[in-house]
C-alpha cells in the first residue's frame, strides 16, 4: 500500500518547505515582506490577507501559514523567461513541458506572439493592434471571453463591459468546469449562489460535514477551523471515497501543541463509493430528527419530499451509497445531537452528471435539521481559486442578475444580451470553427477541459487567441489560436493600483499591490482591457482609457453589482461583506426542499480526477504527493481488494481505459471505496469523456466508468 512519508499532514514538514521555498528565491527577507503584505492571498478563496497583512485571516489570526500561498508567491518571483528561450524551443518542444516545467520557466516578461513553429517577442503596440484587429475583422458572436478567478474585481468588471459592449454575449469564468452546480442548487435552494455563513460561523458551529473535498490539500488553513471546533467539542464529519491523510490527523504549523503532537482532523469519516453522495444524504435525512417547526415555518417543499422519502428504504440507500449501516447511524446520530451544523463541500459533489442533485440533496439534509438562517448554521461551497466568487459576482457570466443588467445599461448604455454561452458551449463552438477571436483573461482553459485532445483541436480552430498571464502554462502551448498572442501582466501585489477580492465567506479584501519583481513590460490587466477595448470600439459611447482607473470601476461596481455598494469606500471605511448573502436569522423567506431521485449505480470502475498536495487547479508545484505517498503523477489510486481481485499489485503497471482514451500507469493501493479509481487531475483528462450534469453544465470529472487491467494482459 502507498505510505505517506509523514504520519500526518502539515507540520515541520511544511515550516521546512515553506522556508526552502522563500530562501529558494535568493531574497528571503523580500519574499516574507511580500508573504505580510497587505494583498489578498494569490491561491485558494478560503481568503488570506488584505487589509490585516498576510497569513492573517478574515478572524485577524496570525499566522496562518501556508504551503499553498507560499508557492504561488515564490513562483511569481522567478526570473524573467529570456528571449532566447523562445527562439531555441519550438511549440512541439514547447508542448513536451509538464505543468510543473512550464511553471518553472519563470515570468513572462513582455509580449509573445506564435510566429509559424515558435513564439516570438512582439511590442505592445503591435500586439493589441494584432488583437484589435482580430475581434474588429468579426462579428461579436463568433468570440468569447474567458476569465480565471486569478483577476481582481476591477478587471473582471471591465472584461465583461468590454465584451457586452462589443456585443459579445460569450461571457464565462472558471466556475462553469468547478462551481457553477453549487451555485445553481443554492440559487434554488435560498436565492443566493454562495456561501450563507461566514468564518465566524466556523467559530460557533457545533458540527461541520466536509463532502467531496480535500481542505488539508487545497485549502489547507480551513483545516485549522475543523481542529478548533473538534476542540470546542464539536463534530467533524467527513464524507470522502478515499480517505485523506489531512483529514485524519494534521500539525498546525501555528500551534505548539499540534505541531508537537498532530491533531485528530474528523471524527467520523465514511467513504461512499463514487457516485454514492445521493444514496447517502437521502439516508441520513430519513435517519435524522428534524427540526419540524423550522421546517413548518421557514420552509417550502416538505411534503413533497417526505413522500418520496416514504418509498425509499435506507438499507436500500446504503447499500447503493456503500455505507454500513452502524457508521451512518453513528452519522446520523451526531447530526441529530448538534444544534447547529455547517455543511461544507467541494468538487467532489459537483463533478458528476448529477453535481446539482448532490448539493440539492446535501440541502435538504440541512433544511431538515434547521441548519439554517442562524449562526454556526448554513451551507458553503469550499471555492477554488482566490477571486473566482469575485469575478462570478462581477458578471462574468453569461447571465446576470435583472438588477445587474437594468444598471449596467442605464450607467453604460451596455446591453446583456441573452442566450450567450458558457465556456464548455464555446469549446463545442470553437470545435466546430465557429469562434474567431477568444480573449483569456488568466488560468489553463485547455488544462481545465474534459477529453484533451478534443480541447487542444478546439482551441487551436481559434483564428486568434489573446492570453492575459503571468507566467506560461501548458494551455499557452496546446490551447493556442491560429494567431497567438500571449500577453504579460501583473500580480495583484505588483500593481500601482489597489484591487479587491471577495472570498468564499463573500468578504471582499482590498489588496494594496506593490512593485513588479522582474524587470520588463508587465502591465495591469485594467490598463490591457481598456486599451484594447479603446482600439475595438473607439470613444463613441464613452473613453475606455478612464476605464483604466481602479476607484473609478469600483464606482461603477458599486452601482451596478447588487449587495457591492461599500465598495465605493472600501478604501477609507475598509473591507466589507457583500449584503444579502449570508443568513444569521432567517430573513431569507422560505428556503426549498427538493426531491431528488437517487442516480442509479453505474456497473465497474469509476474514476475520479483530483488533486495533489503539491499543486493548485491545473498548477503543479511538485511531483510528490506527500500526502498520499505518491513520488509521481502517473499513478492510479485503487482499493485493495478491487486490486487483489484484478491481479494487480502495488507499483504495477496497469492500463486504465475510458470510452475516449487510455493510460499507463502504475498501480498504488490505498484506502478508497470499492470499484473507485482515482488519477491526478489535469493529466488524467485525457480519459475524461465530455459528458455535463444537465442542470449546472458542469463536466463529470470524478464519474468517468472505466476499465483497468495489468498492462500487457
Ligand atoms: S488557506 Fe488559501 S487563502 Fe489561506 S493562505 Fe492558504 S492558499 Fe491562501
Same mark, same amino acid.
Given at each position: 500500500m502507498a505510505q505517506p512519508r509523514v504520519r500526518a499532514a502539515g507540520g515541520l514538514p511544511a515550516i521546512r518547505y515553506v522556508l526552502g521555498k522563500a530562501w529558494g528565491t535568493g531574497e528571503f527577507t523580500q519574499t516574507l515582506q511580500r508573504l505580510r503584505s497587505k494583498n489578498t492571498c494569490k491561491t485558494c478563496a478560503l481568503g488570506m490577507g488584505g487589509q490585516n497583512g498576510g497569513m492573517v485571516n478574515e478572524a485577524g489570526h496570525f499566522p496562518e501559514v501556508c504551503k499553498k500561498s507560499v508557492q504561488?508567491?515564490?513562483?511569481?518571483?522567478?526570473?524573467?523567461?529570456?528571449?532566447? +528561450?523562445?527562439? *531555441?524551443?519550438?511549440?512541439?518542444?514547447? $508542448? =513536451?513541458?509538464?505543468?510543473?516545467?512550464?511553471?518553472?520557466?519563470? $515570468?513572462?516578461? +513582455?509580449?509573445?506572439?506564435?510566429?509559424?513553429? $515558435? +513564439? =516570438? =517577442?512582439?511590442?505592445?503596440?503591435?500586439?493589441?493592434?494584432?488583437?484589435? /484587429?482580430?475581434l474588429r475583422d468579426t462579428s461579436p458572436d463568433r468570440t468569447f471571453w474567458y476569465a480565471s478567478g486569478r483577476s481582481g474585481n476591477e478587471s473582471a468588471f471591465l472584461m465583461q463591459l468590454a465584451a457586452r459592449a462589443y456585443g459579445s454575449p460569450n461571457v464565462h469564468n472558471c466556475s462553469f468546469y468547478c462551481h457553477n452546480a453549487s451555485s445553481v442548487a443554492l440559487t434554488e435552494i435560498y436565492g443566493s449562489g454562495t456561501a450563507s455563513v461566514t468564518l465566524d460561523d466556523l467559530g460557533t458551529s457545533d458540527l461541520v460535514l466536509v463532502a467531496g473535498a480535500n481542505p488539508a490539500s487545497n485549502h489547507p488553513r480551513l483545516v485549522t477551523q475543523l481542529i478548533n471546533l473538534r476542540r470546542r467539542g464539536g463534530t467533524v464529519i467527513v464524507v470522502n471515497p478515499m480517505s485523506e491523510l489531512g483529514l485524519r490527523r494534521f500539525r498546525l504549523p501555528s500551534d505548539a501543541r499540534s505541531l508537537a503532537v498532530g491533531s485528530q482532523v474528523s471524527d467520523f469519516y465514511l467513504q461512499p463509493r463514487i457516485g454514492g453522495d445521493i444514496a447517502l444524504f437521502t439516508a441520513l435525512l430519513k435517519m435524522v430528527a428534524w427540526d419540524e417547526a423550522f421546517v413548518a415555518d421557514h420552509t417550502h417543499g416538505a411534503e413533497a419530499l417526505r413522500a418520496h422519502l416514504a418509498t425509499l428504504d435506507v438499507d436500500e440507500l446504503l447499500a447503493a451509497a456503500g455505507i454500513a449501516r452502524a457508521d451512518a447511524e453513528r452519522a446520523a446520530a451526531a447530526i441529530s445531537a448538534a444544534n447547529t451544523g455547517i455543511f461544507m463541500w467541494s468538487m467532489g459533489l459537483t463533478h458528476h452528471t448529477h453535481g446539482t442533485d448532490n448539493i440539492r440533496a446535501l440541502g435538504n439534509l440541512a433544511l431538515a435539521r434547521g441548519f439554517f438562517g442562524r449562526p454556526g448554521a448554513g451551507l458553503m461551497p469550499i471555492r477554488g481559486h482566490s477571486n473566482v466568487q469575485g469575478v462570478g459576482s462581477m458578471g462574468v457570466a453569461p447571465e446576470v442578475k435583472q438588477a445587474f443588467a437594468e444598471e449596467l445599461e442605464r =450607467?453604460?448604455?451596455?446591453?446583456?444580451?441573452? /442566450?450567450?454561452? !458558457?465556456? +464548455?458551449?464555446?469549446?463545442?463552438? *470553437?470545435?466546430?470553427? $465557429?469562434? !474567431?477571436?477568444?480573449?483569456?483573461?488568466?488560468?489553463?482553459?485547455? /488544462?481545465?477541459n474534459p477529453d484533451s485532445e478534443w480541447a487542444a483541436q478546439a482551441l487551436q480552430r481559434i483564428g486568434t487567441t489573446v492570453s492575459l498571464t503571468t507566467k506560461l502554462n501548458p494551455g499557452h502551448f496546446h490551447g493556442n489560436g491560429r494567431t497567438a498572442l500571449i500577453l504579460p501582466v501583473l500580480a495583484r501585489d505588483e500593481e500601482a493600483q489597489a484591487t479587491t477580492q471577495e472570498s468564499m465567506f463573500n468578504f471582499v479584501r482590498l489588496s494594496e499591490g506593490g512593485q513588479p519583481f522582474v524587470a520588463g513590460e508587465l502591465r495591469a490587466e485594467t490598463d490591457v482591457l481598456a486599451t484594447l477595448a479603446d482600439r475595438v470600439l473607439g470613444r463613441e459611447r464613452f473613453d475606455w482609457t478612464t476605464l483604466a482607473d481602479h476607484a473609478r470601476l469600483r464606482q461603477g461596481i458599486a452601482a451596478v453589482v447588487p449587495g457591492y455598494q461599500s465598495i465605493a469606500r472600501i478604501e477609507t471605511d475598509g473591507e466589507f461583506t457583500v449584503q444579502g448573502r449570508t443568513f444569521r436569522e432567517p430573513s431569507f423567506g422560505h428556503a426549498n426542499f427538493h426531491v431528488v431521485q437517487v442516480p442509479q449505480a453505474v456497473p465497474g470502475f469509476q474514476l475520479m480526477t483530483i488533486r495533489s498536495e503539491g499543486q493548485f487547479n491545473t498548477v503543479v508545484y511538485d511531483e510528490e504527493d506527500l500526502y498520499r505517498g505518491n513520488t509521481t503523477r502517473d499513478v492510479a489510486m485503487l482499493n485493495v481488494d478491487d486490486a487483489v481481485e484484478a491481479g494487480i499489485r502495488e507499483g504495477d503497471l496497469i492500463e486504465v481505459r475510458s470510452e475516449i482514451g487510455a493510460m499507463q500507469v502504475r498501480a498504488a493501493i490505498v484506502d478508497i471505496a470499492r470499484g473507485s479509481v482515482a488519477m491526478y487531475y489535469p493529466e488524467a483528462n485525457v480519459l475524461v469523456t465530455p459528458r455535463l450534469d444537465p442542470d449546472s453544465r458542469t463536466p463529470a470529472f470524478k464519474s468517468v466508468p472505466v476499465t483497468v487491467r495489468r498492462a500487457g494482459h
Open positions: 504561488a508567491q515564490t513562483a511569481d518571483m522567478q526570473p524573467a523567461i529570456p528571449e532566447s +528561450f523562445f527562439a *531555441a524551443n519550438d511549440l512541439t518542444a514547447l $508542448r =513536451r513541458l509538464s505543468s510543473r516545467e512550464a511553471e518553472n520557466l519563470g $515570468r513572462l516578461a +513582455f509580449p509573445i506572439v506564435l510566429d509559424g513553429d $515558435r +513564439f =516570438r =517577442r512582439i511590442g505592445w503596440e503591435a500586439a493589441l493592434d494584432l488583437a484589435a /484587429g482580430a =450607467r453604460y448604455g451596455v446591453t446583456v444580451q441573452p /442566450g450567450g454561452q !458558457d465556456t +464548455f458551449a464555446s469549446m463545442q463552438a *470553437a470545435h466546430d470553427g $465557429r469562434i !474567431d477571436a477568444a480573449v483569456l483573461v488568466g488560468g489553463n482553459l485547455w /488544462g481545465s
